[in-house]
């Protein structure tokens, strides 16, 4: 196994229960303010979401990076 998956806390972990947690803890409202991207200000849904941060590396990565901030500060377990 490749050193990169060992220590990856996203491993295992799939986009849409990444964006759902995020979701359930901050809304769409509060995720459109932390990262400006229109699938999270203009009419959100997860499904939208998913299309478009599957296309859109940059915002993909905010999104897990997000994830992981929120789960250092004990906000997401």
């Not at 490749?2 to 990856?8: D, T």
């Not at 759902?20 to 849904?45: A, Q």
């Not at 499904?47 to 897990?64: D, M």
Request: charged fraction near 30%.
């Amino acid at each position: 196994m490749e050193q990169s998956h060992i220590n990856n806390p996203l491993q295992g972990k799939t986009l849409e229960m990444i964006l759902t947690k995020l979701v359930e803890v901050y809304g769409f409202e509060e995720l459109g303010e932390r990262i400006r991207i229109n699938c999270f200000v203009t009419d959100p849904s997860i499904k939208s979401s998913l299309t478009f941060l599957r296309k859109t590396p940059w915002a993909r990565k905010k999104v897990e990076d997000l994830y992981l901030y929120s789960q250092r500060k004990g906000m997401i377990d």
